[in-house]
């Protein structure tokens, strides 16, 4: 195994991200004598080994509630699971949300390690603490921070995972690529734009290491997300959540999340936010990634396409924030009108 990053979060606490082959994760996994490891149904299908103790949840956003979380509760308590014991998440986001959520209150604090299996999760869930479910129709309402004590990323684990879930990933990929404040990542994705899409292991690790550098730049200036920092990790969200909403979650999140990026990139360059040549090679790159940005909403839908906007849950203040890129690295967040909203995605 070799360690990434050591990330300081909440408390000062340290979360190490290591890079580990499938057997260095068998490995660690039987290293803990006393250990829970949470799977889905597709990431348990996904891992070859059979760690000591596990528990297979089903599958999905549908499942991301309090019965899940009872049933880790019940296998550790069944386990005898102590503090020291070790919660093990293996799954995409919404297995490693819930695993962490239950170490975050079991004992009030068990440890924890999390593995992700999907893109969007290695790229954007295992770091940062947020841990929660869903809970009353809203999503991520009930939840703590709590930063996992290792992230382990094996990019074998990803080989399995649908076109459609890798497509997801990639949206929060590029993200980063515009938000950070070097050319790195940029750089990276035109070049190995071929082996990123044939998921070559070596390629994906690559693209995930420099992918959470940039996410670990802006975390690490806001490790509790009181200064305003983290928020600009939401680029192109406000717009991508509407359209997941309007099309009634048929639009998965990353393809969202880069139409929004796509819709925040040409409205900045509109109002003169967005330096031209910033947004012209943004833009490109989702194009070279086969990103269709060219949807427009149909006018008809507008008025609940800005129903979804109002109920988007980073509203401040009574007005919905859109973070715009200012420059290379330097998002703005801003409040916009009906019209320009409007002018962006009708
Ligand atoms: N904590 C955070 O900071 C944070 C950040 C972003 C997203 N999230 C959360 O993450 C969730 C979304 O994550 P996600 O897209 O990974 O969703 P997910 O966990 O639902 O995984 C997507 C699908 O892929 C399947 N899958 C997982 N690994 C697989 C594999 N290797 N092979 C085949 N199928 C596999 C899953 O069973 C599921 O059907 C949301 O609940 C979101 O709120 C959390």
């Not at 390690?113 to 947020?130: E, M, N, Q, Y």
């Not at 929660?132 to 990019?155: C, E, H, R, S, W």
């Not at 990634?289 to 906007?309: C, I, W």
């Given at each position: ?25 068998e490995g660690e996994i ?6 829970l ?9 996904a ?32 386990l ?12 995409g ?11 975050s209150?079991?004992m009030?604090g068990?440890?924890c ?18 841990t ?24 074998q ?21 515009i ?19 044939a ?8 693209m ?10 802006y ?15 939401n680029?192109?969200?406000?717009f ?10 048929r ?7 880069a ?10 360059r509109?109002?003169?936010v ?14 070279l ?21 109002a ?11 859109f ?24």
């Open positions: 195994m070799e360690r990434l990053f050591s990330v300081p979060l909440k408390g000062g606490k340290l979360t190490d991200v290591y890079r580990c082959s499938l057997s260095e994760l039987e290293s803990y004598p006393s250990a490891a949470v799977f889905d149904d597709n990431s348990r299908a891992y070859e080994g059979a760690p000591p103790s596990s528990m297979i949840l089903p599958p999905g956003e549908e499942h991301k509630n309090w019965s899940s979380i009872d049933m880790i509760l019940q296998n550790a308590l069944r005898g699971l102590a503090r020291d014991s070790m919660l093990i998440g293996i799954g986001g919404v297995i490693l949300d819930m695993t962490a959520f239950a170490a209150i079991y009030r068990a440890r390690i999390l593995v992700p299996t999907t893109l969007l999760s290695a790229v954007d869930a295992t770091l940062g603490g947020k929660g479910i869903d809970y009353g129709g809203a999503k991520n309402i009930v939840g703590t921070f709590f930063p996992a004590d290792k992230v382990l990323i094996v990019p684990l990803l080989r399995t995972l649908p076109e459609k879930e890798y497509r997801s990933g990639l949206g929060e990929v590029l993200k980063h690529a938000l950070s404040s070097d050319d790195a990542l940029m750089r990276f994705l035109i070049d190995s734009r071929d082996k990123v899409l998921r070559e292991d070596g390629t994906v690790m690559e995930i290491r420099l992918s959470l550098e940039v996410k670990i730049s975390i690490t200036r806001d490790p509790e997300e009181t200064k305003g920092i983290r928020s600009a990790l680029l192109g969200h406000t991508g959540h509407a359209l997941e909403a309007l099309s009634d979650y639009v998965s999140h990353g393809e969202a999340v139409w929004g990026v796509q819709r925040a990139l040409d409205l900045g509109r109002l003169s967005t330096p031209p040549e910033l947004a012209a090679r943004g833009l490109e790159l989702f194009s990634y086969g990103y269709d940005g060219s949807y427009r909403v149909p006018e008809e839908l507008f008025p609940g396409y800005m129903d979804a906007v109920k988007d849950k980073k509203k401040k203040g009574g007005a919905v924030r973070i715009l890129m200012e420059g290379q690295g330097s998002p703005v967040a801003m409040a916009l009108s009906t019209d320009e909203v409007r002018s962006a995605v009708v």
